[in-house]
């Protein structure tokens, strides 16, 4: 199965549905009160702090890393270009 990207655009959408249907449940419905929502949220946040500190720690430990791609270097002095190019070599100063 293929991994996909993480979408910041459905978490935003989604923590702004939750953020309407909170102020709908305190003001409107009186499920709970202003201090109550306060503590929830708090609650919440501490809450995936947690878990991303778990994460981070899993991860670290985990020995399943895979390194960046890093091109093996070569003695080809060739560019792009070729190796005929229009500007003079520089001579050093004597």
């Known amino acids: 199965m293929k991994r996909h990207a ?3 655009d459905a978490v935003a959408f989604g923590l702004f ?3 309407i249907l909170g102020q709908w449940a305190v003001w409107e419905q009186d499920m709970l009160s202003p201090d109550d929502l306060g503590y929830i949220a708090a609650g919440a946040l501490i809450l995936l702090g947690l878990v991303g ?3 981070t720690v899993v991860s670290a430990r985990s020995g399943h ?3 960046p791609f890093t091109p093996e270097p070569t003695n080809d002095p060739s560019t792009m270009e070729g190796t005929q ?10």
Do not use: G, K, N, S
Not at 85 to 94: F, L, N
């Open 65 to 67: 890393r895979t390194a």
């Open 17 to 19: 549905f939750l953020a």
């Open 6 to 8: 993480f979408r910041w």
């Open 53 to 55: 500190i778990v994460a």
């Open 85 to 94: 190019h229009d500007e003079p070599q520089a001579t050093p100063p004597q």
